[in-house]
């Protein structure tokens, strides 16, 4: 088009704004189908007349209807720091899922390590609590700071450089962060019906409350929704 002016640019078709985070649409329709086919599980294991036991964690043992600490080397050598980190166990006397919480994988994010520390207070453990192991069905397994090395010098990272968060399922024979992940992953993550991984910001940041789950995952998505939190962050898990 030409005018006095000249030849007038022919304006660009503007692209739709994006926002960060912001769930395709065919991420969309898999998310919808894994709801629609969800069915609740039927597991056998987890019905009231089924053989509960004790457990066993670590080559401990960990009695029905108790709660004990047990410490889990984050590293096996036979020399050095094994880098050790408690992992407290809560183990109903009744059948059900084992549910892992963590804090502290980032050293310096202090909000999950302070979480687990209160969540295994008199507040929420003991007689008539709502974590009684008397009354409890399946097994609680808390770990209030998984990356010690880091906590004790306020990094976020271990002394490898290494991001532990991103080194997982990990590798027994790799650096140490990635030995760390393996043993994090052998322990606590493969048996697990369901993890709960505390994070919060590091030093000089701040965060939104939210919640980052594969919500294609049903049973994740229905957990996730269940805590309550506006921003759920669609994030697949590692392979």
Known sequence: ??????????????????????????????????????????????????????????????????????????????????????????????????????????????TGPSACTHLLSTAFTGEEKPLDPETLAGTIRVVPVVNMPGYRSKSRYFPDGRDLNRNFPGNSQGSSTRRVAAQVWKYLVEDSDAIIDLHSAGRGRSNMPQLRVDLAHAGSNILAKAFGIEILLDSKPPK
Do not use: C
């Open 1 to 110: 088009m030409k005018t006095g002016f000249g030849t007038m640019a022919r304006k660009k078709k503007r692209k739709p704004v994006r926002i960060a985070h912001e769930i395709s649409r065919r991420r969309r329709k898999t998310i919808e189908k894994a709801l629609a086919e969800h069915q609740i599980e039927d597991r056998s294991e987890w019905d009231r007349n089924s053989d509960w036991g004790d457990y066993r964690f670590y080559r401990r043992l960990v009695k029905r209807g108790t709660i004990r600490t047990i410490e889990l080397p984050l590293l096996e050598v036979s020399i050095g720091d094994p880098w050790s980190t408690s992992v407290t166990i809560i183990h109903g006397k009744r059948p059900g899922p084992t549910i892992t919480i963590l804090g502290g994988v980032h050293g310096d994010e202090l």
